[in-house]
């Protein structure tokens, strides 16, 4: 198949001057054509094309997703191994069942979206999405720009896709598997890029959209707050931070090299960018895998994984954030002060410290970990206080009943998701980001009162 | 290499060949002294030894003063690296911060006091001396008030060694800057057709510039007049970028721009960069150069290895004039590698640092 030409949102032309009346009529003719076309559509007709799109992402000669692959890391963020790994967990959600499963926890009955349908006090409601969503796209990961724009389709509404200036190769690539799919509903769809802030075209945006969602950092999030018109629904999700957690009985039970392998895959998936992969491991001391033996064979296994799927270079920055964070804890490696490092050679391709010292680490991420020693989940409750706010994740290594008692304690003290390690980057479609409903925020109900 | 028995001797040797470079510049001599030095420091400051066993950089095995084991300055915060015994800790420089736990601490005894004050003058003298005797305003507290800033006791020893000429110390021990003083003395200054340097944070600066604007006073202070601006903003006060900054010195002062000179400098160091030197033109991109007995090196943070030249790293200072700490350094500041010299592109974004209570090592 020849390489399709992309030329069909702004973003695709690099040289366009975007200005605010611009923008303005771009919204405004979404909202037209989503009036026209997607405001009429049938569930069945937007989640067919929605798992067509999946697969299509899936199939390993999709040219879309070659392009995505053979792109620059600069542009996309990640090696191509890491990239393809990603983009399969993502998609492999995206099954019909699956979507009209989301549909049915978000509103007991997916035909609410269409019309209305009884409740069970006797009354009637139904569900409208916003006409028009305006989404700030996150800088570091695709995937939720990808779940955005299909959420926004089940919804029947309008998208407009504000990505981060040189970071809107791969939502551009999915917009375009849309649009050969489906044009009709791609033509409600508009992605553009520009640096956040932009005084002139942010306004514009923001009096046209009903509702705006962003991803980003709190200063971000708080940001657009501040500047959004009263009256316009904002969806926000900002910085959150994971960590995993592994049962001193569990190596016995799923075998310990098992549970390394798990450990590895939530740090090397997506290089660790994003809220949902770990900056710590907790494992519970006084079992037969000791922590500070958990880091070092983990360190070996990363060794491992950087041959099959290569970290890739990252900014100067951030490697620096790495090496300057390494020489911190190699001193103390020296004089056995509570921290042991191992680190891949000669590159910051890998990085794991362990650490006496049990209050949660910002990592530098990049593939760098701390193992730090618990005693147990109460402790690590405690010793997480600072963080409790934030926590977005918790990947457990345990046995399913140790893993439902464990589960109870991190649900009270606020731990939005728990999942098993290995899991951590892979969120089932229908997830609740931070504890909330992926759609339920959305959408406005309408309720119909007969008697 | 050359031994070193004590640390009066090395102080003395160190300080010869500061004497000696600025009389005629050269570098001949540092390659020895560093590794004397390095060999000095690994017998008396065991927890940098332990590291540098594991570096596998020994003072048997380094040939090369680049292969002497850096520490990162992130492990100052927590961890006080010295030779001296606590008997001889009389002056001891902590890095601003807002916590006990995440500021620097620099240990000196009177030898390698010494030494700082020979380095900092020498390397301040080239630099932002001329032929015009300047009265002097610094924009930070006296000794007194601030006797464990290594700026404030930089900024003291050049009072004293300028014992003849005005000045004003023109800041509180909380670094509020003291408007009305300020002004006061600047405006003596240009009434009496006197030039003046003013010396301070970029901090310091802005507070100035805003009493200024606040009281609506301008100054275009006598030809001669000078600045010197030395990084950092600390939350202190509002951000300006650089050029900025220094265009409003030049506006709201008067200090010609070629007369506004930086400083790179941090209570870790004991010798200071400058990126220019007054009375010479200096060309954009303005480069930092330390003198001849501290040697910047810019690495790549992957390899640890030299930055290409135009390429960014981080920055190690290899600074002779540490004796008593740790000679060879990692900041945590990225720069680019330049023919001659550095060019500063800001701190190194680095992931929350928490202070560590384990860190108390003791050491012979």
Redesign the interface.
């Known amino acids: 198949m020849p390489e399709p030409s992309l030329d069909y949102f702004l973003a695709d032309k690099p040289g366009a001057e975007l200005t605010h009346p611009l923008i303005a009529e771009a919204c405004q003719t979404l909202r037209r054509n989503r009036n026209e076309y997607l405001a009429t559509l049938g569930n069945e007709q937007i989640i067919s094309k929605l798992a067509e799109v999946g697969n299509l992402w899936r199939s390993p000669d999709y040219p879309l997703r070659q392009m995505a692959l053979d792109a620059d890391p600069e542009e996309t963020g990640f090696p191509r191994e890491v990239l393809a790994a990603g983009l399969d967990a993502c998609f492999a959600e995206w099954t019909q069942e699956k979507f009209f499963m989301l549909l049915t926890q978000e509103f007991g009955d997916p035909t609410r979206l269409q019309s209305f349908a009884s409740q069970p006090n006797r009354t009637f409601s139904m569900v409208n999405g916003p006409q028009l969503i305006a989404h700030i796209a996150p800088g570091n990961l695709p995937v939720p720009v990808f779940q955005s724009i299909a959420f926004g389709l089940l919804l029947r509404s309008a998208q407009f896709i504000k990505c981060a200036s040189g970071k809107s190769l791969l939502p551009r690539l999915f917009g375009h598997s849309l649009h050969f799919v489906e044009p009709g509903m791609a033509a409600s769809l508009e992605i553009a890029e520009w640096d956040g802030g932009n005084e002139s075209l942010e306004p514009a945006l923001f009096a046209e959209a009903d509702c705006v969602t962003v991803n980003g950092s709190d200063n971000t999030v708080e940001a657009i707050r501040q500047r959004l018109p009263l009256g316009k629904r904002l969806v926000g999700y900002g910085h959150r931070v994971s960590f995993g957690y592994v049962e001193k009985q569990a190596n016995e039970v799923m075998g310990t090299q098992a549970i390394i392998s798990r450990a590895a895959d939530d740090v090397v998936a997506w290089n660790q960018h994003g809220c949902l992969s770990p900056h710590v491991i907790y494992v519970e001391q006084f079992g037969s895998l000791k922590p500070e033996r958990f880091a070092e064979m983990l360190a070996e296994e990363l060794e491992v994984r950087n041959e099959a799927m290569p970290r890739g270079p990252i900014s100067?920055?951030e490697?620096?954030?790495?090496?300057?964070?390494r020489?911190?804890y190699?001193?103390?490696?020296?004089?056995n002060?509570?921290a042991l490092i191992w680190e891949s050679e000669?590159?910051?391709d890998w990085t794991v410290v362990y650490e006496?010292?049990k209050?949660f680490?910002?990592?530098?991420?990049n593939r760098f970990i701390f193992v730090k020693p618990i005693e147990h989940i109460e402790e690590a409750l405690h010793v997480l206080e600072p963080v409790r706010e934030s926590v977005s994740t918790v990947g457990l290594a345990a046995s399913e009943a140790r893993m439902r008692e464990l589960a109870l304690p991190l649900a009270q003290w606020g731990v939005p998701r728990i999942c098993a390690l290995s899991q951590m980057q892979r969120p089932p479609l229908a997830w609740r980001h931070d504890g909330r409903p992926p759609l339920g925020e959305l959408i406005r109900w309408t309720d119909l009162e007969t008697a | 290499m050359i031994p070193f028995t004590s640390l009066a001797e090395a102080c003395s040797a160190i300080s010869s060949f500061i004497r000696c470079c600025a009389d005629e510049p050269s570098t001949e001599g540092f390659d020895e002294l560093a590794l004397g030095l390095f060999a000095f420091q690994f017998v008396h400051n065991t927890p940098y030894a332990n590291f540098c066993r594991t570096e596998n950089h020994t003072p048997e095995t380094v040939a090369d003063w680049r292969d002497i084991p850096a520490v990162s300055t992130r492990v100052l915060k927590s961890l006080d690296l010295t030779v001296l015994p606590v008997a001889d800790r009389e002056t001891v420089f902590r890095s601003s911060g807002t916590t006990q736990t995440n500021r620097s601490r620099h240990f000196h005894s009177r030898d390698s006091l010494a030494v700082y004050h020979t380095s900092l003058w020498t390397w301040f003298a080239e630099h932002l001396l001329d032929e015009s005797a300047n009265r002097l305003l610094f924009l930070c507290p006296e000794l007194a008030q601030a006797p464990k800033s290594s700026l404030v006791h930089m900024m003291d020893a050049v009072a004293k060694r300028l014992a003849n000429r005005e000045r004003c110390f023109g800041a509180d021990g909380q670094w509020r800057i003291d408007g009305e003083a300020a002004v006061d003395f600047l405006h003596d200054c240009a009434t009496q057709n006197e030039p003046v340097t003013i010396l301070g944070t970029a901090f310091s600066f802005v507070h100035l510039l805003d009493h200024l604007d606040t009281a609506a006073l301008e100054f275009q202070l006598p030809s001669g007049s000078a600045a010197m601006e030395t990084g950092g903003y600390k939350g202190r006060s509002r951000e300006m970028p650089k050029a900025e900054l220094h265009q409003a010195i030049t506006t709201k002062l008067g200090v010609a721009s070629e007369r506004i000179i930086c400083e790179y400098g941090m209570c870790e160091l004991s010798s200071q960069a400058y990126d220019g030197k007054l009375g010479q033109a200096n060309a954009a991109p303005r480069l930092f150069r330390f003198p001849p007995w501290a040697r910047a090196r810019v690495v790549s943070p992957e390899t640890l290895a030299d930055a290409e030249l135009g390429q960014a790293g981080l920055l190690q200072v290899v600074d002779l004039a540490n004796v008593s700490s740790v000679f060879s350094l990692q900041t945590e500041d990225l720069a680019k590698r330049h023919a001659d010299g550095f060019e500063l592109l800001g701190r190194a974004e680095l992931a929350e640092s928490r202070g560590c209570s384990l860190m108390n090592l003791t050491h012979a």
Do not use: C
């Open positions: 100067t920055k490697a620096a954030s790495i090496s300057t964070t020489r911190f190699k001193i103390r490696s020296a004089n002060v509570g000669e590159t910051t006496d010292e209050q680490q910002t990592s530098p991420l």
